[in-house]
């Protein structure tokens, strides 16, 4: 099973710059995306067919043109479900949850916290709520995770550790979300499988010609619950590939037939 998780800054803007063409030649089982910030109604119509998958398609209800998420997944889903159940986190536009046969899988869009204190907080208090949405899940099957977690885990995990201290996205208190989060068990695949590698990014700023120097972060993930590691088959970042500051992360899972 291939799975694809990229935040695409504006669908139809990765559309026009050239970036589309991936989908096809992804052919994947499962591809999540972040920041669609569009209506799927309000685009044309030979960009809303995507043959062969089943289409789930989430927008901010506070804002158009915000933030918003999709899942195309081959697998029909059991059930799909939208934001996280406390209404205090909904109206963003920033989680689909697929129950599929065998685990739960959340793609998210987490809040950035870069531009005030207030919205801090919204970012933190959202990581919480998710932990404890996913735990609840995961007691009834495995879960995957996978997004834009806007936040840096490792110095391992940025080109300029040091000058980003102080910057939410690499804030200590974001880390140690991300600390809890891992040690409630939930895995890093890329790590997993590549251990510290370093230079290995999925953004990079539109300023200073960024990805041409690779001078990036990494804060696109795919996590795994403890229970899927032995699943865990291949993990990777598309650096290549065009139309987004962000870049596409996969993941290869592989299941007994059953």
């Given at each position: ?24 030649s992804?052919?994947?089982d ?73 685990f739960?899988?959340?793609?998210v869009?987490f809040p ?14 959202y ?57 409630a ?5 890329f790590?997993l499988?590549?251990g510290?590698?370093?230079g ?40 290549a590939t ?7 992360v996969?993941l ?7």
């Amino acid at each position: 099973m291939h799975l694809y998780s990229w935040n695409v800054n504006g669908f139809r803007a990765v559309r026009a710059n050239g970036g589309w063409s991936w989908f096809e030649s992804a052919d994947a089982d499962i591809v999540a995306l972040q920041e669609v910030k569009a209506e799927l109604a309000d685009l044309p119509e030979e960009a809303r067919v995507f043959p062969g998958y089943h289409v789930s398609w989430f927008s901010a209800a506070k804002k158009r043109g915000y933030s918003g998420v999709a899942v195309f997944s081959r697998l029909k889903p059991l059930a799909v479900n939208f934001d996280l159940p406390d209404p205090v986190w909904q109206g963003e536009g920033r989680l689909i949850h697929l129950e599929l046969p065998r685990f739960h899988f959340f793609n998210v869009y987490f809040p950035n916290g870069q531009k005030d204190e207030g919205r801090l907080n919204y970012k933190l208090g959202y990581y919480e709520a998710f932990l404890r949405h996913a735990q609840e899940m995961r007691g009834t099957k495995p879960v995957v995770v996978c997004g834009d977690f806007n936040t840096a885990h490792r110095p391992v995990d940025l080109a300029r550790p040091r000058e980003n201290e102080k910057f939410s996205g690499f804030l200590p208190v974001e880390r140690a979300w991300m600390d809890r989060f891992t040690a409630a068990g939930y895995l890093d695949t890329f790590r997993l499988l590549h251990g510290d590698l370093p230079g290995m990014y999925t953004w990079w700023s539109y300023r200073s010609r960024a990805r041409e120097s690779n001078t990036g972060w990494r804060i696109d993930y795919f996590f795994v619950s403890g229970e899927l590691a032995g699943n865990v088959k291949n993990a990777w970042i598309d650096a290549a590939t065009p139309g987004s500051d962000h870049c596409p992360v996969g993941l290869e899972l592989e299941f007994e037939e059953e």
